[in-house]
T-cell receptor, first 114, second 110 residues
Framework: DTGVSQDPRHKITKRGQNVTFRCDPI?????LYWYRQTLGQGPEFLTYFQNEAQLEKSRLLSDRFSAERPKGSFSTLEIQRTEQGDSAMYLC????????????FGPGTRLLVL | QQPVQSPQAVILREGEDAVINCSSSKALYSVHWYRQKHGEAPVFLMI?????EQKGHEKISASFNEKKQQSSLYLTASQLSYSGTYFC???????????FGQGTRLTINP
C-alpha cells in the first residue's frame, strides 16, 4: 500500500509570495486532513475533506489559506501573501470513514518564510 | 480543548520502562497514539475506543480509562528505536478532526 505523499518536502519563500502544497492520500481513503505543526507542538487542525467536499475549516485559519480537493483524490493547500508566522510543517493525513478510523500522515512540507 | 500529556520529557536507559499519560477535561470517545521522530511525520501506533479493551503489541501497550478521561501508553524494556516524541490525539466533540496534546519527548540512551 502506498502511503500518503506530499510535495514539495521543503519550501523556502519570501514574505508576500504565494505557495501551494500538494497531498496525495492513500488510494480509496475518502477523508483528507490538513494540519500545521510548529516546533515543540502537536499537529494543529486546519481543514478536512470528505471526498471533494470541504466539511470543516479551523476558525484559526486566515482567509489567506485555501484548500481544494477537486476530484476527491489529491488535495492542494495554498497560502497567499505568506507571512513569517506561516513558517511551519504542513502535514496531510488521510483516513477511511468508519468506527475507530485511523489517520495516516504524510511526510509533511516544511515551509520557511523569510 | 487540548488533551494534557505528562510527563513532558523522559530520559531512560535502554531496557527501562516508561509510562506516558494523556488526560482530557472532556469526555473521551477514543484516543489515538502517535510517535514522531525528529523531522519526520507522526506514525500511528494504536487507537483505543470507548468500551474497548487494552490494546498493544509486543512491548508497547495502552489503556483507556473512560471514567478518569485519560489514557496511558506503556513502553516496556525500551529499545533505542523507541526514542521520539509521543502524541495523543482525541476527536474534537465527536468530529473527525483530532486535537493533539503537546507531546512527550522520550530519549533512550544505550
Amino acid at each position: 500500500d502506498t502511503g500518503v505523499s506530499q510535495d514539495p518536502r521543503h519550501k523556502i519563500t519570501k514574505r508576500g509570495q504565494n505557495v501551494t502544497f500538494r497531498c496525495d492520500p492513500i488510494s480509496e481513503h475518502n477523508r483528507l486532513y490538513w494540519y500545521r505543526q510548529t516546533l515543540g507542538q502537536g499537529p494543529e487542525f486546519l481543514t478536512y475533506f470528505q471526498n471533494e467536499a470541504q466539511l470543516e475549516k479551523s476558525r484559526l485559519l486566515s482567509d489567506r489559506f485555501s484548500a481544494e480537493r477537486p476530484k476527491g483524490s489529491f488535495s492542494t493547500l495554498e497560502i497567499q501573501r505568506t507571512e513569517q508566522g506561516d513558517s511551519a510543517m504542513y502535514l496531510c493525513a488521510s483516513s477511511v470513514t468508519g468506527l475507530g478510523e485511523t489517520q495516516y500522515f504524510g511526510p509533511g512540507t516544511r515551509l520557511l518564510v523569510l | 480543548q487540548q488533551p494534557v500529556q505528562s510527563p513532558q520529557a523522559v530520559i531512560l536507559r535502554e531496557g527501562e520502562d516508561a509510562v506516558i499519560n494523556c488526560s482530557s477535561s472532556k469526555a473521551l470517545y477514543s484516543v489515538h497514539w502517535y510517535r514522531q521522530k525528529h523531522g519526520e511525520a507522526p506514525v500511528f501506533l494504536m487507537i483505543l475506543l470507548k468500551g474497548g479493551e487494552q490494546k498493544g503489541h509486543e512491548k508497547i501497550s495502552a489503556s483507556f480509562n473512560e471514567k478518569k478521561q485519560q489514557s496511558s501508553l506503556y513502553l516496556t524494556a525500551s529499545q533505542l528505536s523507541y526514542s521520539g516524541t509521543y502524541f495523543c490525539g482525541t476527536p474534537d466533540q465527536g468530529a473527525q478532526k483530532l486535537v493533539f496534546g503537546q507531546g512527550t519527548r522520550l530519549t533512550i540512551n544505550p
